[in-house]
């Protein structure tokens, strides 16, 4: 090869790197993850220069130090994989019961190894090394949602002092509408006018939440009440 072919698939390498992680981080920035378009494209594209220089190490290390002098790609690309943990572990944070992110971490990471496969020339297994991760966060996605999974929520319900519902029958109540209840807590107001109930609530179905909304809304027993639920 000569020089300017050298330098052409460098480049080469460099572009590709750029569009494959652009790529996935369009779909991350349309699902409205904190690390989308430009940090995919550019994680991919750092870990396509930092793999460049072993691949290439002829044209930058001196021919006198050629036979003295080799790096090691796999170590490059370990370090490579080790520095992406730190931004992966920044996305991911947790919210009540839910640790969101943790998607967004893995796309990150498997984009760093895509990098790393244009880095070094392997084209055709990057391209679906890009395929296989663009259908995980997407037909995935669609497979992952018609699953049968338990719903979450955080529920806060109060009463006044001399209508308070009993636990028990509060319970059957929760039960009546597909919940199940954990972590049962009690709080009076200061002027001991109210009591409330909080509690974490588990369904099969996310739209039993919209039930229960409507048929705690309904009760005049109830002053007021709060239905937080919980998701990725």
Same mark, same amino acid.
């Given at each position: ?15 590709? $790197? %750029?569009? $494959? ?8 920035? =349309? ?7 430009? &940090? ?9 220069? %930092?793999?460049?220089? !072993? ?6 290390? !001196? ?7 080799? &790096?090691? !790609?796999? +170590? ?20 009540? %019961?839910?640790? +969101?992110?943790? &998607? &967004?971490?893995?796309?990150? /990471?498997?984009?760093? $190894? ?7 020339? =392997?084209?055709? !297994? ?12 997407? @037909? =995935?996605? /669609? ?15 109060? #009463? ?14 929760? @039960?009546?509408?597909? #919940? ?14 109210? #009591?409330?109930? +909080?509690?974490?609530?588990?369904? %099969? ?19 007021? =009440? ?7």
């Amino acid at each position: 090869m000569t020089l300017n072919a050298e330098l052409l698939a460098m480049l080469a390498h460099l572009g590709g $790197a %750029l569009l $494959a992680g652009g790529v996935i981080g369009l779909e991350r920035s =349309f699902h409205g993850r904190p690390a989308g378009f430009r &940090t995919h494209a550019l994680v991919a594209l750092a870990s396509a220069m %930092l793999m460049v220089l !072993p691949v290439y190490q002829q044209e930058w290390v !001196p021919a006198g130090l050629a036979d003295e002098f080799r &790096t090691d !790609p796999t +170590r490059m690309a370990q370090g490579i994989m080790t520095g992406i943990g730190f931004l992966g572990a920044g996305v991911i944070f947790r919210d009540g %019961l839910s640790v +969101r992110g943790l &998607t &967004t971490a893995a796309s990150i /990471w498997a984009t760093s $190894a895509i990098g790393i496969l244009i880095g070094i020339g =392997f084209w055709v !297994p990057a391209a679906v090394a890009t395929l296989l991760t663009l259908g995980t966060l997407s @037909a =995935f996605l /669609w497979v992952e949602r018609r699953l049968p999974s338990h719903c979450y929520a955080h529920h806060q319900v109060r #009463f006044a002092r001399d209508q308070v519902m009993p636990e028990p029958e509060l319970r059957h109540f929760l @039960a009546g509408h597909g #919940f199940s209840v954990a972590n049962m807590s009690y709080r009076a107001s200061s002027d001991s006018q109210e #009591f409330e109930y +909080r509690m974490v609530l588990r369904t %099969l179905h996310e739209a039993n939440l919209a039930r229960l909304a409507t048929a705690l809304a309904a009760r005049p027993d109830v002053r007021g =009440f709060r239905l937080s639920p919980t998701g990725e």
